[in-house]
């Protein structure tokens, strides 16, 4: 403790500077005070295994794998959904003959860049199954959960091809079983809901091989009327032989599942190093201590106007950083209190987050936790990774502290 008292008083001698206050030539003689700041920037800092987030019923899925950068290793991302009826009513007729079923997948994003992570030369290889284990749209799923039985069927799709994001969508084809599969429980009923469907039908498992070097994850519109699944079909209704379709959708009524796998490379977790790694998908995070703020209740009467927290990062030219991080407040349970969230600069230098309430109830014995975990927003639909500049070439993670002294 002695040790970190001195260091601050170190900081506060180099860092001191005097401001002037918007106004104060309007304040009435006597009524001077300074605005000063500090800047603490030896700040202990770690990598450490990524936390489990929510990943169910997310809007947006992630599908592919990329293997980017060494430290970062391998990632994988996986969905599942259950499918919904476009029509309780069709009546589909005698002579059925299945001609395809396509997959039709919308990605999001306005722009190419937006609609994936990663290498876009990568081929992928693809492969479909249908779920023979029951998913539940009212359940939590998080983005360590895996599907353990998809994979002992044999798959309804099975393609390889480097994906176009240059288009607004991609099709995967299906086996013309699975059609026949979807009309015969259809016609199993005599009348049906989607309720009644779901229980034959349980959904399908979407996934892509592991990647050994480059790679891309795509973003998907999940809930968009582009995403279907469409079965292309002859039949006879009052004995006109005449070709038909059959759509199935995702919906807002849907279970929907996001699933990643990481292989971490060269990252050494709960070690001071020269980089904290983050990356969505449940990979690793940063971790920072400012329990080193409590002491700073012993530098008189102050009151904090802004708290900043600067972390330097050192932008992927190739791939690029996440545009928003959060971080999150918690105790040593590792219990959330608080989620904020940060930018990165127009020159992708550094992120800010502005803390200053969670500073103030610090120094002021009202809060006691402070652990800070730092990671890509909205990290179950969010590829990004990024390192973050922790102790090199004069760059340090800082926190700098706006105040006034009275």
Same mark, same amino acid.
């Given at each position: 403790?002695? *040790?970190?008292?001195?260091?601050?008083?170190?900081?506060?001698?180099?860092?001191?500077? +005097?401001?002037?206050?918007?106004?104060?030539?309007?304040?009435?003689?006597?009524?001077?005070?300074?605005?000063?700041?500090?800047?603490?920037?030896?700040?202990?800092?770690?990598?450490?295994?990524?936390?489990?987030?929510?990943?169910?019923? $997310?809007?947006?899925?992630?599908?592919?794998?990329?293997?980017? +950068?060494?430290?970062?290793? #391998?990632?994988?991302?996986?969905?599942?959904?259950? !499918?919904?009826?476009?029509?309780?009513?069709?009546?589909?007729?005698?002579?059925?003959?299945?001609?395809?079923?396509?997959?039709?997948? !919308?990605?999001?994003?306005?722009?190419?860049?937006?609609?994936?992570?990663?290498?876009?030369?990568?081929?992928?290889?693809?492969?479909?199954?249908?779920?023979?284990?029951?998913?539940?749209?009212?359940?939590?799923?998080?983005?360590?959960?895996?599907?353990?039985?998809?994979?002992?069927?044999?798959?309804?799709?099975?393609?390889?091809?480097?994906?176009?994001? =240059?288009?607004?969508?991609?099709?995967?084809?299906?086996?013309?079983?699975?059609? $026949?599969?979807?009309?015969?429980?259809?016609?199993?009923?005599?009348?049906?809901?989607?309720?009644?469907?779901?229980?034959?039908?349980?959904?399908? *498992?979407?996934?892509?091989?592991?990647?050994?070097?480059?790679?891309?994850? #795509?973003?998907?519109?999940?809930?968009?009327?582009?995403?279907?699944? $469409?079965?292309?079909?002859?039949?006879?209704?009052?004995?006109?032989?005449?070709? $038909?379709?059959?759509?199935?959708?995702?919906?807002?009524?849907?279970?929907?599942?996001? #699933?990643?796998?990481?292989?971490?490379?060269?990252?050494?977790?709960?070690?001071?190093?020269? *980089?904290?790694?983050?990356?969505?998908?449940?990979?690793?995070?940063?971790?920072?201590?400012?329990?080193?703020?409590?002491?700073?209740?012993?530098?008189?009467?102050?009151?904090?106007?802004?708290?900043?927290?600067?972390?330097?990062?050192?932008?992927?030219?190739?791939?690029?950083?996440?545009?928003?991080?959060?971080? =999150?407040?918690?105790?040593?349970?590792?219990?959330?209190? /608080?989620?904020?969230?940060?930018?990165?600069?127009?020159?992708?230098? =550094?992120?800010?987050?502005?803390?200053?309430?969670?500073?103030?109830?610090?120094?002021?014995?009202?809060?006691?936790?402070?652990?800070?975990?730092?990671?890509?927003?909205?990290?179950?639909?969010?590829?990004?990774?990024?390192? /973050?500049?922790?102790?090199?070439?004069?760059?340090?993670?800082? !926190?700098?502290?706006?105040?006034?002294?009275?």
């Amino acid at each position: 403790m002695l *040790y970190t008292t001195i260091l601050l008083l170190i900081a506060v001698a180099c860092n001191k500077e +005097d401001q002037s206050l918007i106004g104060k030539d309007i304040l009435p003689d006597g009524d001077n005070f300074n605005v000063e700041y500090y800047i603490f920037d030896s700040i202990n800092a770690v990598t450490i295994p990524g936390k489990k987030s929510i990943s169910n019923n $997310r809007g947006i899925a992630l599908l592919g794998s990329y293997n980017l +950068d060494p430290n970062f290793g #391998m990632v994988k991302a996986d969905f599942a959904t259950h !499918l919904r009826l476009s029509s309780t009513t069709t009546i589909f007729g005698d002579s059925i003959q299945i001609d395809s079923v396509k997959f039709f997948v !919308l990605f999001n994003g306005d722009n190419a860049e937006d609609r994936y992570y990663g290498d876009k030369t990568t081929e992928l290889h693809f492969k479909v199954y249908e779920l023979d284990s029951t998913i539940y749209y009212d359940s939590t799923y998080y983005s360590n959960f895996q599907l353990n039985t998809a994979s002992n069927n044999l798959p309804i799709c099975d393609t390889t091809f480097v994906p176009n994001y =240059e288009n607004t969508s991609f099709e995967l084809k299906l086996d013309t079983s699975f059609g $026949r599969k979807v009309i015969n429980a259809y016609n199993s009923h005599t009348t049906i809901t989607n309720e009644d469907f779901i229980k034959d039908i349980k959904g399908i *498992y979407v996934t892509t091989d592991s990647v050994s070097s480059g790679g891309s994850i #795509m973003y998907i519109n999940h809930l968009s009327n582009n995403t279907f699944i $469409r079965i292309y079909y002859k039949s006879k209704v009052n004995n006109t032989l005449s070709n $038909r379709e059959f759509d199935l959708y995702i919906n807002s009524y849907s279970a929907e599942i996001n #699933m990643f796998k990481n292989t971490v490379g060269n990252i050494q977790y709960n070690t001071s190093a020269d *980089y904290i790694y983050t990356q969505g998908m449940g990979g690793p995070i940063g971790n920072l201590d400012l329990s080193f703020v409590e002491t700073y209740s012993d530098s008189g009467k102050i009151v904090i106007n802004k708290a900043e927290l600067i972390l330097p990062n050192e932008n992927d030219a190739i791939y690029g950083s996440p545009e928003k991080m959060y971080i =999150e407040i918690v105790d040593t349970t590792g219990a959330t209190n /608080l989620v904020k969230s940060g930018y990165l600069n127009d020159d992708k230098t =550094e992120y800010s987050f502005i803390i200053t309430d969670h500073i103030t109830s610090i120094i002021n014995k009202k809060e006691t936790k402070t652990g800070i975990y730092i990671y890509p927003a909205n990290p179950t639909i969010n590829a990004g990774k990024t390192k /973050l500049i922790n102790n090199l070439n004069n760059k340090n993670i800082k !926190l700098k502290l706006t105040y006034t002294k009275y």
